[in-house]
């Protein structure tokens, strides 16, 4: 195979879940594959192959494919709407869910498959399907470096290419300052107005979706049904949460006369901790924070900063339980790199904050192998006893590599594992990125990298 960016990936045919992304997946196939090109809409009154009608008939006739009790719980457990549902309601989707991929696979005939990363149990069962029959695919991620995307299935690290001293010395000055921010992150402080404009326009928006609904005949609909878990937990009353937040946490962690530890919080649901974790002590993330802050607050001093998209959407017995346990929280706007400062040690799982951490030459804790993990620079849990157990004494035993060594170190890696082109940022859906994007993913499927099978 050639990897000239300018020769077109010959495929006979070629399957597209297109999910939200329906206009970017039209403009880049084209420009990327040179063969029949087929898109799989997962909406019942969406254009091009149908997935939905499929599995409707098979949930009226009550028909599935069989799969193992554990495997299903596995689905059940890790996607965000199915865990909300009775039990065997959601067993019984995840039946005719596997049977219609299955006949999707059957009418179709893929050489390749494109979409998203999984990010709910339609995409789980397809990417596990397609393994099975051993059919290409490609999972297009988003990525923190703005310019970038990733190409992964479940969050894994995939080398795409190879990088130079220019673009890594680029990428350490934009992930190195203290107001780095991707270029799909919009904060607003959390005024009580801004609260109830964001309360309003999720109610908004699940009403509206109850009646597409409605209208479309597409009651089991994932995407029309996965508001509902954050409506749920954004309240009116969970704004009050913000109260617990203080203010003189760096005065406070100073006068503690302990290691610090930073600990950011995470969205939740979302698809970095219910399908990037396998341990399902850490992916039961919000009970697993709450062990971790009580284990880790005997021998350090826990900083906790919200996510500022999750400010006033958690539940207020879960920042009572933390403080509760010895947590300090942090204001969720403050700047990450603030904190990063002022501590010792940062325990992430996919954080961001986990690569800011490590280029400031911090010693840095992941909750198993992020994409970014490089085994000289980070300490990997990998089970709850394994956090239980840390102390500052585990954690500095090995000395890390000279602050520009590490650097260069793992902005190699990263740059490594990802491809020009944004994906799911505030401009991707521009003409000048998505030649770039087109591009890339020519290289890349072109190139012998390529990981997921043999493109034909």
């Given at each position: 195979?050639?990897?000239?960016?300018?020769?077109?990936?010959?495929?006979?045919?070629?399957?597209?879940?297109?999910?939200?992304?329906?206009?970017?997946?039209?403009?880049?196939?084209?420009?990327?594959?040179?063969?029949?090109?087929?898109?799989?809409?997962?909406?019942?009154?969406?254009?091009?192959?149908?997935?939905?009608?499929?599995?409707?008939?098979?949930?009226?006739?009550?028909?599935?494919?069989?799969?193992?009790?554990?495997?299903?719980?596995?689905?059940?457990?890790?996607?965000?709407?199915?865990?909300?549902?009775?039990?065997?309601?959601?067993?019984?989707?995840?039946?005719?869910?596997?049977?219609?991929?299955?006949?999707?696979?059957?009418?179709?005939?893929?050489?390749?498959?494109?979409?998203?990363?999984?990010?709910?149990?339609?995409?789980?069962?397809?990417?596990?399907?397609?393994?099975?029959?051993?059919?290409?695919?490609?999972?297009?991620?988003?990525?923190?470096?703005?310019?970038?995307?990733?190409?992964?299935?479940?969050?894994?690290?995939?080398?795409?290419?190879?990088?130079?001293?220019?673009?890594?010395?680029?990428?350490?000055?934009?992930?190195?300052?203290?107001?780095?921010?991707?270029?799909?992150?919009?904060?607003?402080?959390?005024?009580?107005?801004?609260?109830?404009?964001?309360?309003?326009?999720?109610?908004?928006?699940?009403?509206?979706?109850?009646?597409?609904?409605?209208?479309?005949?597409?009651?089991?609909?994932?995407?029309?049904?996965?508001?509902?878990?954050?409506?749920?937990?954004?309240?009116?009353?969970?704004?009050?949460?913000?109260?617990?937040?203080?203010?003189?946490?760096?005065?406070?962690?100073?006068?503690?006369?302990?290691?610090?530890?930073?600990?950011?919080?995470?969205?939740?649901?979302?698809?970095?901790?219910?399908?990037?974790?396998?341990?399902?002590?850490?992916a039961d993330y919000e009970t697993g924070?709450?062990?971790?802050?009580?284990?880790?607050?005997?021998?350090?001093?826990?900083?906790?900063?919200?996510?500022?998209?999750?400010?006033?959407?958690?539940?207020?017995?879960?920042?009572?339980?933390?403080?509760?346990?010895?947590?300090?929280?942090?204001?969720?706007?403050?700047?990450?790199?603030?904190?990063?400062?002022?501590?010792?040690?940062?325990?992430?799982?996919?954080?961001?904050?986990?690569?800011?951490?490590?280029?400031?030459?911090?010693?840095?804790?992941?909750?198993?192998?992020?994409?970014?993990?490089?085994?000289?620079?980070?300490?990997?849990?990998?089970?709850?006893?394994?956090?239980?157990?840390?102390?500052?004494?585990?954690?500095?035993a090995r000395p890390l590599p000279p602050?520009?060594?590490?650097?260069?170190?793992?902005?190699?890696?990263?740059?490594?594992?990802?491809?020009?082109?944004?994906?799911?940022?505030?401009?991707?859906?521009?003409?000048?990125?998505?030649?770039?994007?087109?591009?890339?993913?020519?290289?890349?499927?072109?190139?012998?990298?390529?990981?997921?099978?043999?493109?034909?």
């Amino acid at each position: 195979m050639t990897s000239n960016p300018s020769h077109k990936v010959p495929v006979s045919r070629v399957l597209c879940m297109v999910r939200q992304q329906e206009e970017f997946f039209r403009y880049v196939c084209p420009r990327v594959f040179e063969g029949d090109i087929l898109y799989l809409n997962e909406y019942r009154a969406g254009a091009g192959l149908n997935l939905m009608e499929r599995f409707y008939r098979l949930w009226r006739r009550g028909g599935g494919k069989s799969l193992p009790a554990e495997r299903v719980e596995d689905i059940i457990r890790r996607d965000r709407v199915l865990r909300t549902l009775p039990r065997a309601k959601a067993a019984r989707m995840v039946g005719a869910m596997a049977l219609a991929l299955d006949h999707i696979l059957d009418e179709t005939q893929p050489a390749l498959f494109i979409a998203k990363p999984v990010d709910n149990y339609i995409a789980d069962l397809m990417y596990e399907e397609l393994e099975r029959r051993d059919i290409a695919r490609f999972g297009m991620g988003a990525h923190v470096l703005n310019g970038y995307s990733r190409a992964h299935i479940r969050g894994e690290y995939v080398r795409t290419r190879e990088t130079d001293d220019r673009e890594i010395e680029a990428a350490v000055s934009q992930l190195a300052t203290d107001n780095f921010r991707p270029n799909f992150a919009i904060y607003k402080d959390l005024s009580l107005g801004v609260h109830l404009d964001k309360w309003a326009r999720l109610n908004l928006k699940r009403a509206g979706y109850a009646l597409k609904r409605l209208a479309e005949r597409d009651y089991l609909n994932f995407e029309y049904l996965s508001v509902g878990p954050r409506i749920i937990r954004r309240t009116l009353m969970s704004y009050s949460g913000i109260h617990y937040f203080s203010r003189d946490w760096k005065a406070r962690a100073a006068r503690s006369g302990k290691p610090v530890v930073y600990l950011p919080l995470h969205c939740w649901p979302e698809i970095t901790v219910d399908y990037w974790l396998s341990n399902y002590e850490f992916a039961d993330y919000e009970t697993g924070v709450a062990r971790m802050v009580e284990a880790l607050s005997k021998r350090f001093f826990v900083l906790v900063k919200e996510h500022p998209w999750e400010a006033g959407g958690r539940p207020v017995e879960f920042y009572q339980a933390l403080i509760e346990w010895g947590a300090t929280l942090i204001p969720a706007f403050t700047h990450s790199g603030e904190v990063v400062n002022a501590s010792d040690y940062a325990l992430v799982a996919n954080s961001t904050v986990g690569i800011e951490a490590a280029l400031r030459g911090k010693r840095v804790i992941t909750l198993e192998r992020p994409s970014y993990f490089v085994p000289e620079l980070f300490h990997a849990v990998d089970t709850m006893a394994d956090v239980e157990a840390l102390t500052p004494e585990i954690l500095e035993a090995r000395p890390l590599p000279p602050l520009e060594e590490a650097r260069r170190m793992l902005m190699k890696h990263i740059l490594e594992g990802c491809f020009e082109g944004d994906f799911l940022t505030l401009d991707y859906m521009k003409p000048e990125n998505l030649e770039i994007v087109a591009r890339s993913l020519r290289r890349f499927i072109n190139s012998p990298l390529f990981p997921w099978g043999k493109v034909s």
